[in-house]
């Protein structure tokens, strides 16, 4: 049981690149979550899934894309990155609410030059 | 949107000793308040959970009051190890929306 999973660990990009980060789960979890960590900043929620085929927005979804096309699968996707989307990302998921427990993946850093 | 305040930045605390980190939050649609501890290079892992029907929840060494009145949550370590060093951050969470304070970085000295 790997929990929850974030692939790349770390990744540098130049201004205008595009990428995808993958997270995967497989506890079987309806609700999934993007975050990003900067510095005295805490964690911010980028975009949320309630369930395969949903995404919402969150706190901070400008510059992001985001697809569920699997339950266990969240991607988010940056279409021209610029650099203040250098920071760490984690992902996480819960049971079938907000108000669950949040299992978070080890995170990607990202640098964007 | 709902904003939460976290106090303080830093605490740094003797072997033994209790530690307290406080919690404000905006929106009253809250009704649910985790803690997370990170440790340094590793993911946020849930410690201690509240709900808005609940003032006060104890796990070993380990509680949490809320005071949904005042929109205050408070975190309280006792006997304080040195494992316990780790930034906290509280949250606050509604029906739809989950938000951080920005953590305390907590030092425990042995």
């Known amino acids: 049981n790997a929990g929850v999973t974030q692939t790349p660990k770390f990744r540098v990009l130049k201004t205008g690149q595009s990428m995808t980060l993958l997270c995967a789960q497989d506890?079987?979890?309806?609700?999934m979550y993007w975050y990003r960590q900067d510095p005295g900043m805490g964690l911010r929620l980028i975009h949320y899934?309630?369930?395969?085929?949903?995404?919402a927005k969150g706190e901070v979804p400008d510059g992001y894309n985001v697809s569920r096309l699997k339950k266990q699968n969240f991607l988010l996707g940056l279409e021209s990155a610029a650099p203040s989307q250098t920071s760490v990302y984690f992902c996480?998921?819960?049971?079938?609410?907000?108000?669950?427990?949040?299992?978070f993946g080890p995170g990607t850093r990202l640098l964007v030059l | 949107g709902e904003n939460v305040e976290q106090h303080p930045s830093t605490l740094s605390v003797q072997e033994g000793d209790s530690a307290v980190i406080k919690c404000t939050y905006s929106d009253s649609a809250s009704n649910y308040f985790p803690w997370y501890k990170q440790e340094l290079g590793k993911r946020p892992q849930l410690i201690i959970d509240?709900?808005?029907?609940?003032g006060e929840k104890k796990d070993q060494r380990i509680a949490v009051t809320l005071n949904k009145t005042a929109k205050h949550f408070s975190l309280h370590i006792t006997e304080t190890q040195p494992e316990d060093s780790a930034v906290y951050f509280c949250a606050a969470s509604t029906n739809n929306d989950m938000r951080f304070g920005a953590g305390t970085r907590l030092t425990v000295k042995p």
């Open positions: 506890m079987n979890h309806e609700y």
């Open positions: 996480a998921s819960s049971r079938d609410s907000f108000q669950e427990t949040q299992y």
């Open positions: 899934s309630v369930g395969e085929g949903t995404t």
């Open positions: 509240i709900r808005s029907n609940v």
